[in-house]
């Protein structure tokens, strides 16, 4: 991470991985796990994600899917 993201500031960061989700999300997501998703979304289940990857990228992708909550590598 040190290496790709040295002087990166966390805002632009975010910035760029909501812009990132929102025009990569269709492509990256498989269509029978988003359909999985929405099935569960539709019985009112508490829907999160738990990854190792930082949070900050993955928050765009989860708020996307109504994620309520997103657990993930918190970068300092």
Do not use: Y
């Not at 269709?26 to 029978?32: G, K, M, Q, S, Y």
């Not at 990857?53 to 899917?65: D, K, M, V």
Request: charged letters at 30%; glycine letters at 6%; hydrophobic letters at 45%.
């Amino acid at each position: 991470m040190r290496e790709f993201l040295t002087g990166e500031s966390r805002k632009d960061l975010a910035r760029r991985a909501e812009r990132f989700a929102t025009s990569q999300a269709r492509r990256l997501l498989r269509p029978d796990a988003v359909r999985c998703w929405r099935l569960w979304q539709k019985e009112n289940a508490r829907l999160v994600i738990v990854t190792a990857s930082p949070e900050l990228i993955i928050a765009p992708f989860g708020h996307g899917l109504g994620a309520e909550t997103v657990i993930g590598t918190r970068l300092v």
